[in-house]
C-alpha cells in the first residue's frame, strides 16, 4: 500500500539534522521540539491551542476528559453522559469514548461521504437518550471533513460539546476552515500510515479554548501542575521530542503532500472513467470517491465501492497490489462492544460500505505508471 522510503529519501537531510538536534540537547520528552511543533501545528490548523500527546487515541480521550466528559473517576456512579459516533471508523472512536468514562451512542453514516450523517444524529437527539447527549464526534474519515456546517448548529441548538476526530484529516478544511478549528476540539494522530506521521505513535489536541487547553495539558502529565502534586487523575500522555522534531520538519512538506494525493485522487478518477469502470452504484460498476463542494479532501484513502470487492482484493494481492479494507466490521459488530447493546441491521449504511469498500494505494509519493498499473490491473479483473 506504501512505500515510507521514498518519503524518508526525500527528506532524510533535514530529518537526521532534527533528530541529531535533540539527541545533543538530551531533553526528550516535552522538550523544546514540542512546545516548538506545537506552535507549528496551531498555526498550520488556524488554532491558537496545540497540545502534543502520545498517539491519536489518547488524543481523543484528553479532548473529552479536558472537555469535561465523562467522569475520569471510575468510583463514581455510571455517568449519563453520551457522545454520539458513528460506526464505520477506526475502534478509537468508540473506545475513547468509554476510556472517558461516557457512553456512546452510534448513528449511521452518509453512504456517499462515509461520515456520520447529520439527520442520523438528529434522530438520536430526538429519542429519550438524546437528553443525555452532550457531545457529538464526527470523524474526518479518509480526509474528507464531516458536514460540520450541520454539527455546529446541532450544538448550538441542543447545547453540545462537539469533538473532531480529525485523525485521518491534517490539512483538510471545510468552508476553507481547517479541520482542528472547525469544533470544541479535536485530535489527530501521526501513526505512521497517516499523511502527516511520525516515526513512531503520536497525537495532537487543537482547541480554540484556553480553558480546555490548560486542562490538556495538565491531564497529559498525571494531572500534575506541580510537581508530584496530583489535583486529578490524569495519565501519562507526553509527546518526545523526537517525534515531535520529526513531525514539525514533515509538516513544513505536508502542503504540498496533500496537494499531490488530490491530483493523484484526480487522476484515479478520471483513469477509472475512461476505462468505463464506473457507476452510480456497485451494481454498475466501481463507485468513485465523492467530494462536498464545502470539503477540501486531503485523500488520506483513496476509497472506493467495489463490486465483487473480495474478489477484487484477491485479485490484486496475486499480482502483488495492495490495498486495504477501512473497515471490515462496523464498531456496533464488534464483540468487545456487545454490551452496547446493537445489532445487525442497526446501521445499514455502515454495514453495505464495510462490504464494499476498498482503499487503493494513495501516498504522496505515488508514481503515474504505478497507478497506471493498478487501475489496468482491476480493469482486467472486470473484463
Ligand atoms: C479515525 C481514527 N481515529 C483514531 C485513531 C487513533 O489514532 P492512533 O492510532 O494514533 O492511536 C485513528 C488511527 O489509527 C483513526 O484512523
Keep these: ?114 461520515n456520520l450523517s447529520p439527520s442520523s444524529v438528529e434522530a438520536v437527539l430526538a429519542t429519550p437518550a438524546g437528553n443525555n447527549v452532550k457531545a457529538i464526534l464526527p470523524v474526518h474519515l479518509y480526509g474528507q471533513c464531516s458536514d460540520m456546517d450541520a454539527f455546529n448548529a446541532l450544538k448550538q441548538t441542543h447545547n453540545l460539546v462537539v469533538i473532531e476526530d480529525a485523525a485521518q484529516a491534517f490539512g483538510a478544511t471545510w468552508n476553507g476552515v481547517p479541520a482542528g478549528a472547525l469544533g470544541d476540539a479535536a485530535a489527530f494522530s501521526f501513526y505512521p500510515t497517516k499523511n502527516l506521521s511520525a516515526f513512531g505513535d503520536a497525537g495532537l489536541v487543537t482547541t480554540p479554548s ?99 470487492r473480495d474478489d477484487l482484493r484477491q485479485y490484486l494481492t496475486d499480482h502483488h497490489i495492495g490495498s486495504e479494507i477501512y473497515y471490515p466490521l462496523p464498531l456496533h459488530l464488534q464483540s468487545s462492544l456487545a454490551h452496547l447493546g446493537y445489532k445487525a441491521g442497526d446501521f445499514p449504511e455502515s454495514e453495505q460500505a464495510a462490504q464494499e469498500v476498498l482503499a487503493l494505494p494513495m501516498y504522496p509519493e505515488l508514481r503515474e505508471d504505478e497507478q497506471d498499473a493498478i487501475v489496468k490491473a482491476i480493469r482486467t479483473f472486470y473484463a
Design 210 to 308: 484556553a480553558a480546555l487547553d490548560d486542562h490538556a495539558r495538565v491531564l497529559r502529565a498525571h494531572g500534575m501542575r506541580r510537581r508530584y502534586f496530583h489535583d486529578e487523575i490524569g495519565w501519562n500522555s507526553r509527546l518526545d521530542s523526537l517525534q515531535a522534531a520529526v513531525l514539525e520538519v514533515k509538516l513544513r512538506h505536508l502542503p504540498r503532500w496533500n496537494e499531490k494525493r488530490r491530483a493523484l485522487a484526480a487522476r484515479y478518477d478520471q483513469l477509472f472513467q475512461s476505462a468505463n469502470l464506473t457507476g452510480a452504484t456497485t451494481a454498475d460498476g466501481i463507485v468513485l470517491p465523492y467530494t462536498d463542494p464545502r470539503a477540501g479532501h486531503v485523500f488520506h484513502q483513496y476509497v472506493i465501492r467495489a463490486p465483487r
Design 1 to 114: 500500500m506504501l512505500d515510507f522510503s521514498r518519503q524518508y529519501e526525500e527528506i532524510r537531510t533535514e530529518v537526521l539534522a532534527a533528530i541529531e538536534a535533540v539527541c545533543t540537547s538530551q531533553q526528550f520528552i516535552l522538550g523544546p521540539q514540542v512546545a516548538s511543533f506545537e506552535a507549528a501545528a496551531a498555526i498550520a490548523c488556524q488554532v491558537p491551542h496545540a497540545i502534543g500527546c502520545a498517539s491519536g487515541t489518547d488524543a481523543l480521550w484528553l479532548a473529552l476528559a479536558a472537555a469535561n466528559i465523562g467522569t475520569l473517576d471510575a468510583t463514581t456512579a455510571h455517568s449519563p453522559d453520551v457522545v454520539i459516533t458513528a460506526p464505520f471508523s477506526f475502534f478509537a472512536s468508540v473506545s475513547a469514548i468509554l476510556r472517558a468514562g461516557a457512553s456512546p451512542i452510534l448513528a449511521d453514516i452518509d453512504p456517499r461521504t462515509f
